[in-house]
């Protein structure tokens, strides 16, 4: 089917009502509304859905989910898919525990064992990131495969690479100078919430500010005609999943150190909130569309449906099959924009 002009919308002899509808629809601020249109449907039956305690639980629970979704928008923009950022996690968190950890670990006692740690995770993730960009970009692989094949193979590394620095199924008994990571406030700001929102703001400058931004948008948008345009195609690719690998590594980080401890299963049940959260927030799967704020409306949509859910007492399937249900429309609508209006 021929899609049809942005500007189209406008001529569509459609009512105002419709018109409207279509608009909020297409608007970057509608997951926005959808979060305040949920709080006030559930607010009935979850009244402290409103409390300080539970919005302070929800930003906690956010700022993980949210780096690694942060580059995972990269990586949709440019009309891929990065399914390894769990396999990241997991490894990244075992090989920095193993680092640190006070039951003989590399650095054990040390000064350096934190920053160490943290090198040596950040250096998993950019790694698997590297693998996962050369092998889309050298051997044109879709990265569908590619990451799908790096997921199981480091998911597998990291339960390996337990069993040679532990007796038990993960590494504990980390230094309280890491686990505290999620327990310090600076001014009474967890230090999760400002490490994720520079990290937030420092995307969005390089997506809207920057040339790379430009680049990223036209290889997803249209990639034969970027590279006749002149750009480095498959170095912009290569740049986004080390941007993914590097921000599941930091995500990593966030969640050992609220789980104290390094475990080879750490994330592997996030994947689905990951690109979810990101398709949700209206970044599409098609490419060329997608902004940093929009990833973080459809993170804060996430949280607000698994808290409000657990709340109220809902089974853990009857959780997936809502977040499921949410995530299948959010990507038919996408799919719907994409086939009607192009990529406006």
Excluded at 56 to 74: E, K, R
Excluded at 227 to 251: D, E, H, K, N, Y
Aim: charged share 10%; glycine share 12%; hydrophobic share 55%.
């Amino acid at each position: 089917m021929t899609a049809v002009p942005p500007a189209d919308i406008n001529q569509r002899p459609s009512g105002a009502g419709s018109l409207g509808l279509l608009r909020l629809v297409l608007s970057e601020y509608f997951v926005l509304v959808l979060c305040v249109v949920y709080l006030a449907a559930i607010y009935p039956f979850v009244p402290e859905m409103l409390s300080l305690e539970v919005a302070s639980n929800i930003l906690g629970d956010m700022m993980p989910l949210l780096v690694v979704a942060i580059g995972q928008t990269f990586v949709l923009i440019i009309a891929g898919i990065d399914l390894s950022v769990t396999a990241i996690i997991s490894f990244a968190a075992v090989v920095g525990a193993s680092v640190m950890t006070g039951s003989g670990g590399y650095l054990e006692g040390s000064n350096l064992a934190v920053p160490g740690a943290v090198l040596a995770m950040l250096a998993a993730g950019l790694f698997i990131g590297l693998v996962n960009g050369l092998s889309v970009t050298r051997l044109n692989m879709p990265s569908f495969i590619v990451t799908l094949a790096t997921r199981m193979f480091f998911a597998g590394a990291a339960i390996w690479y337990v069993t040679f620095h532990s007796p038990s199924s993960s590494i504990a008994n980390l230094p309280t100078g890491f686990t505290d990571f999620s327990t310090t406030s600076m001014g009474g700001i967890p230090l999760t919430v400002i490490v994720a929102t520079a990290i937030g703001l420092a995307a969005h400058f390089l997506l809207s500010r920057t040339e790379f931004g430009r680049w990223i948008y036209a290889v997803g948008a249209n990639p034969q005609a970027a590279r006749i345009s002149g750009i480095p195609v498959s170095r912009t690719i290569l740049m986004a999943f080390l941007i993914s690998g590097g921000c599941a590594a930091i995500g990593s980080m966030m969640y050992v150190a609220r789980m104290q401890t390094g475990s080879p299963i750490l994330g592997e049940n996030i994947l689905l909130d990951v690109i979810g959260a990101v398709v949700i927030g209206g970044t599409s799967l098609f490419g060329g569309k997608g902004k940093i704020v929009w990833t973080v409306f459809g993170v804060l949509f996430l949280m607000l449906i698994d808290t409000s859910m657990k709340m109220l007492g809902s089974s853990l399937f009857t959780i997936f099959i809502i977040k499921g249900s949410v995530i299948l429309l959010a990507a038919t609508v996408d799919t719907l924009r994409h086939r009607y209006f192009g990529r406006g």
